[in-house]
């Protein structure tokens, strides 16, 4: 079946742009995951869903990031006035429900450059 | 919160030689171990898992072992191949909220 989806795959924009970053999970799969991984470094956790609620908004690094789910299934990831420092490559990733015991599925990710 | 620690951070090994990565975890309520690789410029994916109730699991090649006593669990890789080159993370899960994720290990496997 189909797995995650991101789109774009590649986002080239000029600082102090906004971007847009989208997430299709595996059909079914309640709980989501965003991520952002610098080059060569771990996996920065930045919010997690379960279902359209979100109860943990704990990595944002700050208020110019947000997300928001709808249908319990697309998500999307907003970078408002984007510097510099947000490129990286932003990593989705979905499961089956929204207890942290279960697998993550992750899309390919959506590599941002701000120039 | 949760914290988890993988060790050794890069680890370069011979092919045919074996390969052994340990995480050390805090959270007393953590009863899923997950492993993912990441190939280089992939998406991490599932490789094993092992769950609390379990102490051992096998996967031709690949094994993972759980202490809960002392909190840690480790990837072991036998028989190492070329292809086995990439980053694995270790990572740690609740019956609740978000896992956390080990700072990964970049395996490197020499011909």
């Known amino acids: 079946g189909a797995g995650v989806s991101q789109s774009p795959s590649n986002k080239v924009t000029e600082k102090g742009k906004d971007v847009e970053l989208r997430c299709d999970p595996i059909?079914?799969?309640?709980?989501l995951y965003w991520y952002r991984q610098s080059l060569g470094q771990g996996l920065e956790f930045l919010i997690y869903?379960?279902?359209?609620?979100?109860?943990?908004k704990s990595g944002l690094p700050s208020d110019r990031f947000s997300a928001e789910r709808t249908g319990g299934s697309v998500s999307t990831l907003t970078i408002q006035r984007t510097q510099q420092e947000d490129s990286a490559v932003y990593l989705c990733?979905?499961?089956?429900?929204?207890?942290?015991?279960?697998?993550?599925?992750f899309g390919d990710g959506t590599r941002l450059s701000i120039l | 919160g949760e914290n988890v620690e993988q060790h050794p951070s890069t680890l370069s090994v011979q092919e045919g030689d074996s390969a052994v990565i340990k995480c050390t975890y805090s959270?007393?309520?953590?009863?899923?171990f997950p492993w993912y690789k990441q190939e280089l410029g992939k998406r991490p994916q599932l490789i094993i898992d092992?769950?609390?109730?379990?102490g051992e699991k096998k996967d031709q090649r690949i094994a993972v072992t759980l202490n809960k006593t002392a909190k840690h669990f480790s990837l072991h890789i036998t028989e190492t191949q070329p292809e086995d080159s990439a980053v694995y993370f270790c990572a740690e899960g609740t019956n609740a909220g978000k896992s956390t994720f080990g700072d990964g290990t970049t395996l490197t496997v020499k011909p």
């Open positions: 059909s079914g799969h309640t709980a």
């Open positions: 959270d007393s309520a953590s009863n899923y």
């Open positions: 869903f379960q279902g359209n609620s979100a109860p943990d």
């Open positions: 092992i769950r609390s109730n379990v």
């Open positions: 990733a979905s499961s089956t429900h929204g207890s942290s015991n279960q697998p993550q599925h």
